[in-house]
T-cell receptor
Framework: GEEVAQTPKHLVRGEGQKAKLYCAPIKGHSYVFWYQQVLKNEFKFLISFQNENVFDETGMPKERFSAKCLPNSPCSLEIQATKLEDSAVYFC?????????????FGDGTRLSIL | KQEVTQIPAALSVPEGENLVLNCSFTDSAIYNLQWFRQDPGKGLTSLLLIQSSQREQTSGRLNASLDKSSGRSTLYIAASQPGDSATYLCAVDGETSGSRLTFGEGTQLTVNP
């Protein structure tokens, strides 16, 4: 598609439950990025992929968070044993390739609420 | 570690005014700088991307400049309209930061009719 598509728009989970978020990048884009927006404008980088391979995972919490980008499937971000502090908006972005002239295109985000 | 700062944090102007939003970054080794717009409850809309070798980019009423050596960028909005009301974010893609964008905290703009 021509837009980054994230599902669901809003996800509510009880503390300790699992949460799984999905992202379909723009068709033909090789790079996928996940960001977490906590508070109003604080963006935290989580992980990036080059096709199905992890490119940079230095922002991922070591425990509970995992992500995948498999061929012919939406990318996913999964949080095990969710905590109240995981409540945030999770954004996915994609870019055609990694280059100085390549913008990252963002989806509308998934709002995760942990109760 | 790259740090990005945006000034002012909030700005309220009457319709028709020209305005400037400021962004500064601490590490000048960058690939590019992007300006985004975020409406409440929405994702980020890319407005302009300036490559490290460029000085400015223009799109309609928007003009963004980049002074890489001093670590500064400005977003100029001409003849502001109520529809421009949103939060404006700048983000830097650094040469040493892998692929990640480092964001400023944004400027919340309100344009009053």
């Amino acid at each position: 598609g021509e837009e980054v598509a994230q599902t669901p728009k809003h996800l509510v989970r009880g503390e300790g439950q699992k949460a799984k978020l999905y992202c379909a990048p723009i068709k033909g884009h090789s790079y996928v990025f996940w960001y977490q927006q906590v508070l109003k404008n604080e963006f935290k980088f989580l992980i990036s992929f080059q096709n199905e391979n992890v490119f940079d995972e230095t922002g991922m919490p070591k425990e509970r968070f995992s992500a995948k980008c498999l061929p012919n499937s939406p990318c996913s971000l999964e949080i095990q044993a969710t905590k109240l502090e995981d409540s945030a908006v999770y954004f996915c972005a994609s870019s055609l390739y990694r280059g100085s002239n390549q913008p990252q295109h963002f989806g509308d985000g998934t709002r995760l609420s942990i109760l | 570690k790259q740090e990005v700062t945006q000034i002012p944090a909030a700005l309220s102007v009457p319709e028709g005014e020209n305005l400037v939003l400021n962004c500064s970054f601490t590490d000048s080794a960058i690939y590019n700088l992007q300006w985004f717009r975020q409406d409440p409850g929405k994702g980020l809309t890319s407005l302009l991307l300036i490559q490290s070798s460029q000085r400015e980019q223009t799109s309609g009423r928007l003009n963004a400049s980049l002074d890489k050596s001093s670590g500064r960028s400005t977003l100029y909005i001409a003849a502001s309209q109520p529809g421009d009301s949103a939060t404006y974010l700048c983000a830097v893609d650094g040469e040493t930061s892998g692929s990640r964008l480092t964001f400023g905290e944004g400027t919340q703009l309100t344009v009053n009719p």
